[in-house]
């Protein structure tokens, strides 16, 4: 029997007591009781109805070196990492929108470098932007920039950058990450050993030469 199952057992038997108590028990304080107990229970019901769904942590978007081979590559990956792990659509709007609680980020990749949005991810705090959507004085947002490189959300360099590469392509931009600058030294190796794995696997083997040329003579 599942935990909901039993509640729900639990919360019927609480209403069972109440109707129970209201109709053979005379005192004024247990009939109060009883009451409570049938509106308690009736709750318990109903909020045990409505469906539950699980809070999974939001989904990490893994560099495949083999897939990643261009700009646009980094992008795609970006747009994933953009309305997911990185939860950037939860507060920013890609077009004027009223209820959006940062800044607009529609053609944000062509008015800012890529160094500067990677240092507004990270250090946040280091540049202030108003809300001039109302009249009046322009005042701050209404949420605030968490540093993106740190928990809860804690995205990789390479993540901020596939992301600013998104931001670029979305603005109508050229893409100016590059896949070799965002790579750690370990990345770079695999990518180096990967590519000298499919270059050696294209060269036929001694035997198989070695067995060419005695058929040759």
């Known amino acids: 029997m599942s935990e909901v199952a039993l509640l729900q057992i639990i919360g019927m038997c609480v209403i069972g007591v109440g109707i129970v108590i209201l109709l053979f028990i005379k005192g004024m304080f ?3 009781i009883g009451f409570v107990a049938m509106v308690l229970g009736a709750f318990s019901l109903i909020a045990l109805s409505v469906p539950q769904m699980a809070s999974l942590p939001p989904a990490v978007e893994t560099f495949d070196l083999a897939s990643v081979k261009s700009p646009d590559d980094l ?6 990492i953009f309305f ?12 004027p929108s009223e209820s959006a609680r940062c800044p607009d980020l529609n053609g944000i990749g062509a008015k800012l470098a890529p160094e500067f949005i990677y240092e507004s991810l990270t250090q946040p705090q280091a540049y202030i ?15 605030r920039m968490p540093h ?11 993540e901020i950058y596939s992301v600013i ?12 990450v590059k896949v070799e600058d ?13 590519l000298k794995v499919a270059s050696l696997s294209s060269i036929p083997s001694f035997e198989k030469i070695e067995k060419t040329s005695s058929v040759d003579r």
């Open 165 to 176: 590469a998104f931001l670029q392509k979305m603005s109508g931009e050229p893409i100016s």
């Open 30 to 32: 247990l009939r109060v």
């Open 148 to 158: 993106i490189d740190k928990d809860p959300i804690g995205l990789s360099k390479q």
């Open 129 to 143: 932007y108003l809300d001039f959507r109302h009249d009046g004085v322009p005042k701050e947002y209404p949420a």
């Open 182 to 194: 965002i790579m750690g030294p370990a990345q770079e190796q695999e990518k180096a050993a990967s």
């Open 84 to 95: 997911s792990k990185g939860q950037c659509a939860l507060c920013h709007s890609i077009g």
């Open 75 to 80: 992008a795609s990956i970006g747009q994933k």
